[in-house]
């Protein structure tokens, strides 16, 4: 006779994380924040001064 049970259960699988989660990590925060402010300084020089 075969043995159908399973000796071991197959590991939890993770839960799927979100942009949300991403974007909540500390040094993805800081690299868009220095993108967005080289950003807005070249819009304002291109604005202002030019």
């Known amino acids: ?3 159908t049970t399973q000796s071991d259960p197959a ?3 993770e839960e799927a994380r ?3 989660f991403a974007l909540s990590q500390p ?3 800081i690299f868009l924040a220095v ?3 080289l ?3 070249a819009s304002l020089h291109d ?3 030019l």
């Open 35 to 37: 993108i967005g402010s």
């Open 27 to 29: 040094p993805l925060m």
């Open 1 to 3: 006779m075969l043995d």
């Open 47 to 49: 604005l202002l001064l």
């Open 18 to 20: 979100g942009c949300l």
């Open 11 to 13: 590991p939890p699988q």
């Open 39 to 41: 950003l807005l300084m």
